[in-house]
């Protein structure tokens, strides 16, 4: 087995074999970025890989080339990718591919065009059949087929979707279905005997001072794991009864102990706590996050709030409110109950009988 990673220090952890690690060629319009980046970064997913992936169609070309100069050297029989549209491209008509995603990562292939997920208005930035023009020019160089759409940039022999329905932006169109990303155990503490706030952020999130500030004086106390946190940031929270433990916790052992989440929106961490039924508050900043806390607040397992134009009050009331309200929590324990068989299934093993079945040429039925 060969592993493609976006960062060398990514290889460690993995403990493999050196000589059968690649690394990733760099998405090449990251460096183009937002004029805002407190902004959404997009209002479809396909103005997002437009903006920060598809530019001219010798970047494109060029992208798709250096992920064929990983396959050449790696020799797969058969490719997994995990939101990476270069290698999806790179393997069209030319590897098995088994395309995979969280939901927001991986819109149907099937689709005309790419729904508008923004509710906040605003024009499209990249015309759709251009963009598949200019990828179809660039896969021509390779003998690829092209595009019949520009969300047919995702097509593989097959897709697994890493997500529950309720976070998946496209589950009314979904045909494939979902994995869950499990496996994870049942929750063993029942909520009324949970107390506190866990706060999981992004280590820059601690130079958010009014963030920081309402998380420490809304009087939760609880945990919050931030990775190489501030001694004075750490002393803060420690005045306020909060833990902060320097290594990082096991989300599916120590979510359950807490009355609620306070995240970003990840959708790794919102599943976690979905599967434990611990209700959730989302300080979002960009689509993918809204999504993730929309979703929650439709089924009454969270609260959503937009870090652009929140204030320390606003923070303080809502984690008040998520601990308080017994509807909060309720939401929640529903949310785990209908995804608890979904969410104790490995998804590791499910994508493996799903590469088998890929290079078996036969179609893949979750036992």
Do not use: C
Request: charged share 20%.
């Amino acid at each position: 087995m060969s592993v493609a990673l976006p960062h060398s220090y990514h290889a460690n952890q993995l403990g493999l074999d050196p000589s059968r690690i690649h690394m990733v060629p760099e998405w090449p319009g990251l460096g183009r970025g937002r004029a805002n980046p407190m902004e959404p970064s997009a209002i479809t997913h396909g103005e997002m890989l437009a903006s920060t992936i598809f530019g001219p169609e010798e970047e494109i070309a060029s992208h798709v080339g250096a992920w064929r100069d990983v396959f050449a050297r790696a020799k797969p029989d058969v490719v997994i990718a995990d939101y990476a549209p270069g290698a999806v491209l790179a393997a069209r008509g030319h590897l098995p591919l088994v395309n995979i995603g969280d939901g927001y990562t991986l819109p149907p292939a099937d689709l005309a065009n790419f729904p508008r997920l923004w509710p906040g208005g605003g024009e499209l930035l990249h015309d759709e059949a251009e963009m598949a023009r200019r990828i179809s020019a660039a896969l021509a160089r390779f003998g690829a087929p092209p595009l019949t759409s520009y969300p047919d940039l995702n097509r593989a022999s097959a897709q697994a979707t890493l997500t529950i329905p309720a976070f998946d932006p496209y589950r009314a169109v979904r045909r494939e279905g979902w994995l869950g990303a499990g496996p994870f155990t049942p929750p063993n503490l029942p909520s009324e005997n949970r107390r506190g706030l866990f706060v999981s952020l992004h280590e820059d999130r601690q130079f958010d001072t009014p963030l920081m500030e309402a998380i420490a004086e809304s009087g939760a106390g609880g945990m919050v794991v931030i990775p190489n946190m501030l001694r004075k940031t750490r002393k803060m929270f420690e005045a306020t009864g909060f833990e902060t433990p320097e290594e990082l916790q096991p989300l599916d052992r120590v979510l359950e102990r807490y009355g609620g989440l306070l995240h970003a929106g990840g959708m790794g961490t919102a599943i976690a706590a979905a599967a434990k039924g611990v209700p959730q508050v989302v300080v979002y900043v960009d689509l993918e996050k809204y999504l993730t806390g929309q979703a929650l607040e439709e089924r009454g397992a969270g609260i959503s709030l937009n870090r652009r134009s929140l204030t320390k009050p606003q923070l303080i009331d809502a984690i008040r409110r998520l601990l308080g309200l017994r509807s909060f929590a309720a939401g929640a324990k529903e949310l785990q109950r209908e995804n608890e068989t979904l969410l104790g299934r490995s998804a590791l093993a499910d994508l493996a009988d799903m590469a088998e079945a890929v290079l078996q040429g036969r179609a893949w039925v979750p036992a």
